[in-house]
């Protein structure tokens, strides 16, 4: 941590790189993986614009002036090793597998993608004792039924994660949503299977101090599974995104509903694309 940034080999959060499990509290994943797009590519590479990004980590808030390092025991794993990556469902399950190994040994993940379909494999493996709750901060509902044939595109893995059993949809709440559709199929079953989607326009209108109580009095004390895309934000702050929509979050609009969101009852905390996973820094 003291070293100059710009040396050494970069790691998410500056941590130890280590697939030891072993008195660890916290371990950081990257998945870099995109073969589910169905617009611009590019998130494949962004767990290792990440970690060239975190390069930047100190240990201290300016805040809050809390040290985080010294509160969890933390190591990078690495990326999860593909050898499929030309089949999505294949691929999935080599996710689902690597989730697994964490979650067996009581250690919570923290994935970096990556499209969004990874969150169906990683919820497979983290909603092994029933289903849990889900914060899903984002730009879309992704709960299209399918796209060109494929029912495990980026667009669909809260609905396949619905139908499997792996989420409770009355304890789901999708925030940012926005972005005209060409059919309502994907905001009407979500409010349909009862989960609450706060529009962008709510969100502004109630501000983030609103937002993160509404979340939090949302999910309650049940197992949560918190997904943040990096299309949430406007892409005047995120121009890299696959699928950029007009009118999104600031970012500390961001950072503000992040930090608001500590203290759930987590299962595991999934990042997309090229966002700095702020929550860490507390």
């Not at 250690?107 to 029933?130: E, F």
């Not at 940012?176 to 905001?187: D, K, T, Y």
């Not at 349909?192 to 309650?220: D, K, P, T, Y």
């Not at 595991?268 to 996973?277: D, G, H, I, N, T």
């Amino acid at each position: 941590m003291i070293a100059p940034r710009y040396s050494q080999i970069p790691s998410f959060l500056r941590a130890t790189m280590s697939r030891d499990y072993q008195n660890l509290d916290i371990v950081i994943v990257g998945i870099p993986y995109d073969g589910a797009l169905t617009n611009r590519a590019g998130a494949r590479h962004g767990t290792r614009e990440v970690r060239n990004a975190l390069s930047m980590m100190r240990t201290t808030h300016h805040v809050t002036k809390v040290n985080p390092y010294e509160n969890a025991r933390i190591a990078d794993v690495g990326d999860i090793d593909f050898n499929s990556v030309f089949d999505i469902e294949k691929t999935h399950a080599e996710i689902s597998s690597f989730i697994k190994q964490m979650t067996d040994a009581n250690v919570m993940p923290l994935s970096v993608g990556g499209d969004h379909s990874i969150s169906l494999p990683i919820l497979r493996s983290v909603a092994k004792n029933g289903p849990v709750a889900l914060i899903h901060i984002d730009a879309h509902t992704d709960i299209w039924d399918q796209f060109q044939g494929s029912k495990f595109n980026h667009g669909s893995p809260f609905r396949r994660a619905t139908e499997e059993g792996l989420i409770d949809p009355t304890k789901t709440i999708q925030i940012g949503i926005r972005g005209a559709q060409n059919l309502p199929e994907g905001w009407e079953y979500s409010e349909n299977h009862g989960m609450r989607v706060m529009f962008i326009e709510e969100v502004q209108n109630v501000g983030i101090e609103a937002v993160v109580q509404e979340a939090r009095l949302f999910v309650g004390d049940m197992p949560v599974y918190l997904t943040f895309d990096i299309d949430s934000l406007d892409p005047v702050y995120a121009p890299g995104t696959g699928t950029p929509e007009i009118g999104g979050l600031t970012t500390p609009e961001a950072l503000a509903l992040i930090r608001g969101l500590r203290g759930l009852n987590y299962v595991e905390q999934a990042w997309l694309k090229y966002l700095r996973p702020s929550i860490w820094v507390v």
